[in-house]
């Protein structure tokens, strides 16, 4: 992993805990007095996998992440409950979903032109296999979706102090991903896939954020993060609403190789709206923990993985939601 910012301990022994801690405490009271928010049809792995905005110092150049993303909601809920399938008859008025399989793989490309500012490409290539119960159905219906999804362009600010850091993160999420796909079996053959099960949104997003860091000790590295998701404009009777994802995160850092951390994720989703949206079943509120750890595998190239697993969910109308998810991937300083 890259080296740790050369920060001196600004806090006594006994202040260092508390210090970590009140990253935690700021992420779940904002979360205890958050409105509801909006989810898409397909939830994504919350994760910071931002070097920079967790304390790293960025070497000059360019480097590349490959990350890998594995989860399967299969648990649907309504509210902040499990819902059992066979409590309903069909068929039924409305939609019960069966499950979807996602298996997302990201590559990062990272160029860094001096200590403050650097650029993130993100391109995300995305698979996945849908099974669900349509209104009015009695069989089930079937997409597989592979391909290319929105990529992202992420400019970054980054103030490196002796006591701490701070930056500003700004850019644009693209419509590059494909919104036309159709069902591929069952009774719904043909017809068009939800929108919020596509690999695009067909929208532009506006991207904002701000982190900020502080190492209270050589062996304790804190961190938080805010970032905002905002579409522009809809298409084609779509609109995506605001999203709002807070980490924050505490390493502790060893004379070895490997180095544990834990993230704490809070993710906020509004509404879905349009013609073309499933307003009464989208929006969720989510909070995960996300034990894991870095490797140094040599002078360039360290693997992360972590596993996420929620301690808090709440979905308006019935939604699938993952029982965990699977991160994993590797950085290469080129």
Partial sequence: ?????????????????????????????????????????????????????????????????????YYEQSDLRRGTQGADRSAFTLPND???????????????????????????????????????????????????????????????YQHFGLQNSYGLQFGLKLPTGRFDQNFATGPQAGAPLDRGLQLGTGTTDVLVGVSYFTRPRDSLGCFAQVMLDQSLASKDGFRPAASLALNGGVRFLTTGWLTPQVQLNVRW???????????ANSGDTMIYVSPGMTADLGHRLHAFTFVQLPLYQRVNGLQLEPRWLLSLGFRYEL
């Fill in 269 to 279: 989703d509004g509404r879905e709206t349009g013609a073309n949206s499933d307003q």
């Fill in 1 to 69: 992993m890259r080296s740790w910012l050369p920060l001196r301990p600004i806090l006594s022994a006994r202040k260092c805990g508390d210090a970590c801690v009140s990253f935690l405490a700021v992420v779940l009271s904002v979360t205890a007095g958050s409105a509801p928010g909006l989810a898409c049809s397909v939830c994504g792995c919350s994760l910071s996998s931002d070097w920079a905005a967790q304390g790293y110092s960025m070497m000059y150049g360019l480097q590349a992440d490959v990350r890998y993303e």
């Fill in 94 to 156: 409305q939609e019960i979903q069966q499950g979807t399989l996602n298996r997302n793989v990201w590559l990062d490309l990272d160029y860094v032109g001096n200590p403050a500012w650097g650029v993130t490409v993100q391109l995300p290539y995305h698979d996945r296999f849908h099974s669900t119960v349509a209104a009015g159905d009695v069989a089930v219906s079937t997409s597989q979706a592979s391909g290319l999804g929105d990529v992202r362009l992420l400019g970054r």
